[in-house]
């Protein structure tokens, strides 16, 4: 499985971003796919997952702002990140999740939201 992040950027505060993890290879194996970030000087924190059957995780962190949702091609999950601060700023790597198998990862976005 290969996992292809995009949509990262700078955004001021209050602002939206969206990104988007495209998954190529053996998806049919995927039962989940979500989204960590990393901020500098800090561990990784699991923010949002969709599983294959629509369950969905929200971090408390970001609760009420993003969005995490399929698009019509089974393989693109999309993050939709909005009313974003400060605190949000960080590398947001996609992650894939395949029952008897470490999580795959794919390269990290960056996002960044100015005060």
């Known amino acids: 499985v290969q996992l292809q992040a995009s949509g990262g950027g700078l955004v001021q505060a209050g602002g939206s971003l969206r990104l988007s993890c495209v998954a190529s290879?053996?998806?049919?194996?995927?039962?989940?796919i979500g989204w960590y970030r990393q901020a500098p000087g800090k561990g990784r924190e699991l923010v949002s997952t969709?599983?294959?059957?629509?369950?969905?995780y929200y971090a408390d962190s970001v609760k009420g702002r993003f969005t995490i949702s399929r698009e019509n091609t089974e393989s693109t999950v999309d993050l939709q990140m909005n009313n974003l601060t400060p605190e949000d700023t960080g590398v947001y790597y996609c992650?894939?999740?395949?029952?008897?198998?470490?999580?795959?990862w794919g390269k990290g976005t960056q996002v960044t939201v100015s005060s």
């Open positions: 992650a894939a999740w395949i029952p008897g198998a470490t999580p795959y």
């Open positions: 290879g053996s998806t049919f194996s995927i039962n989940a």
């Open positions: 969709l599983t294959n059957v629509g369950d969905t």
